[in-house]
């Protein structure tokens, strides 16, 4: 099932949770909704259930307005953070209550109900705790019941609201890797809100980054990553290094270093900041007569197959993070304190209007 919302608009009070959005979820795709606590994807997740009703705009349910049809009626699995199991039931009674609750027209038989509940048991690799309580299970498992038991009345949507939130970082990896496996078996059309954009860049088909209820850009997640719409969007993919200055005809003067600014080549003396990632910074010995940034080394955290580098610059004073590999790391023999030059490998540069 396609899903497409227009012009969404919600507000609580004086504060817009969603102002005006329009987006397209391709059917059968798995979409992240990102974006910072507040930013109004969760909101945007109930209206699309019809949990919540807009102030004004549409969904549309493969190209029909679904606006006014009941939760019931939209054929939506839902998958909370809290898993919100019944407790006094058991793993199998859990995921067969959707089937039985259904109007006696449209239940299945109860052999059907077994047959089913089994086959989704097996799908979640659960079937070893179908006589079990939730209260017996791990964080984990839950979460996989609270799957099975969305997907068992047969969404032709599936929306999970922070589903492994609650979860450590080791299990959430696990169940993040699971679920896409499981996606790419069922290919049921699903939304996934995070604010984990290591998660959103991991699980996702699209991601769909929002903040104060707009949308900052959409795009499969390595468009997104490596192309940012925004001073917004680089900031919050990962760790970025930002550069003030002045730009002037495809050129960024910072505190005397220029940097190149190909895509500024009309901008006549404005503000902007150049935003490089830290693995996007090339670490050499200080020689004299170098070009790039000196800095001093303050601290090295060398754990892993990265080095992390927290350098001062020698102009203005600022903390500049770089990551180098820790094999780059044993052949520089690095100690704290040592002069060195960092040069951008690559970097972004954002003026005016954007900054």
């Not at 038989?109 to 070893?128: F, G, N, P």
């Not at 080394?297 to 102009?315: K, M, S």
Request: charge should be negative; proline fraction near 5%.
């Amino acid at each position: 099932m396609s899903i497409e919302v227009r012009n969404i608009h919600k507000q609580f009070g004086n504060f817009v949770a969603l102002n005006n959005v329009s987006l397209e979820f391709p059917a059968g795709e798995l979409t992240a909704l990102l974006g910072p606590s507040g930013c109004g994807k969760t909101t945007l997740l109930r209206i699309i259930a019809g949990l919540e009703q807009p102030d004004s705009g549409q969904v549309l349910l493969d190209g029909e307005d679904a606006s006014a049809r009941h939760v019931r009626e939209r054929q939506v699995g839902f998958v909370f953070q809290h898993y919100a199991l019944f407790k006094h039931m058991t793993v199998f009674e859990n995921i067969a209550f959707g089937l039985r609750v259904r109007p006696s027209a449209t239940r299945p038989s109860e052999q059907q109900i077994r047959e089913k509940v089994t086959k989704l048991l097996e799908l979640v690799q659960l079937d070893w705790l179908a006589d079990r309580y939730p209260p017996q299970l791990s964080g984990g498992q839950r979460q996989r019941i609270a799957l099975a038991r969305a997907l068992a009345v047969e969404p032709r949507v599936l929306l999970l609201d922070e589903p492994f939130g609650a979860l450590d970082a080791k299990v959430r990896k696990e169940l993040r890797r699971w679920l896409r496996r499981l996606h790419d078996d069922l290919h049921v059309t699903s939304i996934f809100v995070t604010h984990d954009q290591e998660e959103a860049l991991e699980v996702a088909d699209q991601i769909v980054l929002m903040n104060k209820g707009n949308v900052e850009q959409i795009g499969a997640p390595k468009d997104v990553y490596n192309n940012p719409a925004s001073p917004f969007v680089y900031g919050f993919l990962g760790n970025v290094n930002l550069f003030h200055g002045r730009v002037h005809e495809g050129v960024l003067q910072s505190s005397g270093i220029a940097f190149d600014a190909p895509d500024h080549t009309q901008t006549q003396d404005s503000k902007g900041i150049a935003y490089v990632r830290p693995h996007d910074l090339e670490v050499e010995r200080y020689t004299t007569g170098a070009e790039g940034i000196v800095v001093q080394l303050r601290r090295a955290h060398a754990i892993g197959p990265l080095a992390q580098l927290e350098l001062e610059r020698d102009d203005n004073g600022e903390l500049i993070e770089a990551v180098i590999s820790n094999e780059r790391y044993g052949q520089l023999q690095l100690k704290d304190g040592e002069t060195l030059i960092v040069r951008p490998k690559r970097l972004h540069v954002f003026v005016d209007d954007s900054v």
